[in-house]
T-cell receptor
């Protein structure tokens, strides 16, 4: 079945790196995504990784995928106050159309 | 390019009342989704349309929830009658097509409070 879990809260200092973790259970995941949600706003796609990849880098964002352990992480380098938000990982599975299953979300707080 | 529009942004109703939400997807997007996001949880897909046909409504509580997408553009989601546990943010999203890795673009959501 589909189940995606994340830790609830992360606090970092401005300029440090943030690492947000996610575990999933469905081995037939095709794409895994990271979304950002700011207060009162919809979800914004940050980045995604295809399930046959181990790593993807996009400017300050690095996604690592350990398919054996079904573990996904998002590293944000040089974290800024504007990065404060809730981050959701999500998966789509083979044969599931474009249906996304989201994790519970990790609230990132960036302190000065 | 205009984004996904939703209205109203906020709605407060009493239990057993009815409510309807409206969504206007990005122009040209064939696929439209309604998600329910309960406070402290991730969004959960309620229904997915491809043009004006339903692709997936397996998690839609059909005894009280209904949705339509007449003419394959705008969509409405209705709850009748509402229960306390329906308090949530209802998010609409759209994508060019319904296959994986067509990015879903989300609207700002409608926050529903049922008292």
């Amino acid at each position: 079945g589909e189940d995606v879990e994340q830790s609830l809260f992360l606090s970092v200092r401005e300029g440090d790196s943030s690492v947000i973790n996610c575990t999933y259970t469905d081995s037939s995941s095709t794409y895994l995504y990271w979304y950002k949600q700011e207060p009162g706003a919809g979800l914004q796609l940050l980045t995604y990784i295809f399930s046959n990849m181990d790593m993807k880098q996009d400017q300050r964002l690095t996604v690592l995928l350990n398919k054996k352990d079904k573990h996904l992480s998002l590293r944000i380098a040089d974290t800024q106050t504007g990065d404060s938000a809730i981050y959701f990982c999500a998966e789509s599975i083979k044969g599931g159309g474009n249906k996304l299953t989201f994790g519970t979300g990790t609230q990132l707080k960036v302190e000065l | 390019e205009a984004g996904v529009a939703q209205s109203p942004r906020y709605k407060i109703i009493e239990k057993r009342q009815s409510v309807a939400f409206w969504c206007n997807p990005i122009s040209g997007h064939a696929t439209l989704y309604w998600y329910q996001q309960i406070l402290g949880q991730g969004p959960k897909l309620l229904i997915q349309f491809q043009n004006n046909g339903v692709v997936d409504d397996s998690q839609l509580p059909k005894d009280r929830f209904s949705a339509e997408r007449l003419k394959g553009v705008d969509s409405t989601l209705k709850i009748q009658p509402a229960k306390l546990e329906d308090s949530a943010v209802y998010l609409c999203a759209s994508s060019l097509a319904g296959k994986f890795m067509y990015e879903q673009y989300f609207g700002p959501g409608t926050r529903l409070t049922v008292t």
